[in-house]
């Protein structure tokens, strides 16, 4: 039986929520699914701005259509960056 998860799970159950991000990075294939945790990361620490006065609504549905895009192509096991803030790198 295979140890952890693969490259398509891995990218998909990042997406989730903050749980699912650290199990990406720990039982996760990370080398293979690195560019969706890093789209997720992403996504999950540009979620704090919907807390800004009179943008936050407005933010939180472009964030949420990213999230979908990004779920999207981890499911398709495409590398498709998300608009506006997918070509921020944190892991390199």
Known sequence: M????DKKTTGIVA????????????????EGAKF?????????????????????RAWAAFMLVCWVMGIVSAA?????????IGGIQIIK
């Open 76 to 84: 398709k096991e495409e590398e498709k960056p998300v608009p506006l």
């Open 36 to 56: 969706h945790i890093n789209q997720a990361l992403v996504i999950l620490l540009f979620d704090f701005l919907v807390l800004v006065p009179y943008v936050g």
């Open 15 to 30: 997406y989730i929520s903050v749980i699912g991000l650290v199990l990406a990075l720990v039982i996760g294939d990370r």
């Open 2 to 5: 295979e140890k952890g998860m």
